[in-house]
């Protein structure tokens, strides 16, 4: 009977899958706004949700929530540049090997060039990119940008609303091509087969 428990337990904790997901409090994407060529802002989105399953790290980007410290243009981003009544979300997946995340020890990190597929606009890229990931405390790991990924509005119909947003703002220029970098935390989720 001893035996059978021990064989049952090792069993379950086999099989015990761990997920991973996003803690959108400790999370971040960032994009730089780039306008009369030489005024650069910071914007980000306020909500995220996403998970690390199956090798895969998949991020849901509410553009609804998207951050200029303006709230006008906040607005004029919202419906002008990203039309978020047609185009609410914007989604980002990226490969990313479930088992070396199970072996990192606290204070493991390590580098990887990867390919993250952006979905925007109702348009799908592949995007080249270097990611640095750390294993933190509680179960935790911090998976970010070790650089700047450039984002060019063309490949995704934006150039539109970036010159609408030109005209209303009375700018000579806003820049198409908007580098971007994220900081995702993720918390690990352990779920026992029934």
């Known amino acids: 009977m001893k035996k059978l428990s021990l064989i049952l337990f090792m069993f379950v904790s086999f099989v015990a899958q761990a997920d991973w997901k996003l803690d959108n409090d400790q ?7 780039i306008k009369q060529s030489t005024i650069g802002e910071v914007n980000y989105f306020r909500s995220l949700s996403g998970t690390i399953k199956d090798n895969k790290a998949n991020i849901k980007i509410n553009l609804s929530s998207v951050e200029t ?21 914007a989604f980002i997946t990226v490969d990313l090997d479930a088992t070396k995340l199970e072996k990192m ?22 995007i080249a990119s270097d990611i640095q990931v750390f ?3 509680n179960g935790r790991i ?18 539109s609303g970036i ?21 995702l935390v993720f918390t690990k989720q352990v779920n026992t087969p029934k």
């Open 27 to 33: 999370s971040l994407v960032n994009f730089v706004s």
């Open 69 to 89: 410290n303006i709230p006008i243009r906040n607005d004029r981003m919202k419906s002008m540049l990203f039309k978020v009544a047609k185009f609410e979300y």
């Open 105 to 126: 020890g606290l204070g493991d990190n390590f580098r990887e060039n990867v390919s993250i597929a952006l979905t925007l606009h109702g348009i799908s890229k592949k």
């Open 135 to 137: 294993k933190l405390t």
């Open 142 to 159: 911090l998976v970010q940008s070790e650089y700047p990924i450039i984002i060019n509005a063309e490949d995704f119909n934006l150039v």
């Open 163 to 183: 010159e609408a947003l030109r005209t209303i703002a009375k700018l000579s220029t806003i820049s198409t091509v908007v580098p971007v970098t994220f900081s």
